[in-house]
């Protein structure tokens, strides 16, 4: 059974940074590209970052030069590094799995609050 767990979220000033991490079992974690998407309350969900499994990277504008996503193939982890945190970056994080429409894992989702 495939899980994806999520955590590193809470709260932080505007500036400020956070480290998302995200624990994967149950699949061969190296085959998989694996995504961050966030989802801000009334809004859709949204692609934020993304790395291949050889190690590219690929952000949304509205993070880049901000965030960065990493892997550990040895530790099945993705991470993603959020520096000078916004109040817009508000949302509920989730880590995805993605293969194809047959292999598609999604965590339950942290929650990262930009505020003073």
């Known amino acids: 059974q495939v899980q994806v767990v999520e955590s590193g979220g809470g709260l932080v000033q505007p500036g400020g940074s956070l480290t998302l991490s995200c624990a994967v079992s149950g699949m061969i974690f190296s085959l998989y590209p694996m995504n961050w998407y966030r989802q801000a309350p009334g809004k859709q969900r949204e692609l934020v970052a993304r790395i291949t499994s050889g190690g590219t990277t690929d952000y949304a504008d509205a993070v880049k030069g901000r965030f960065t996503i990493s892997r550990d193939n040895a530790k099945n982890t993705v991470l993603l590094q959020m520096n000078s945190l916004k109040p817009e970056d508000t949302a509920v994080y989730y880590c995805?799995?993605?293969?194809?429409?047959?292999?598609?894992?999604w965590g339950q989702g942290t929650q990262v609050t930009v505020s003073s």
């Open positions: 995805n799995a993605y293969r194809n429409n047959r292999s598609d894992y």
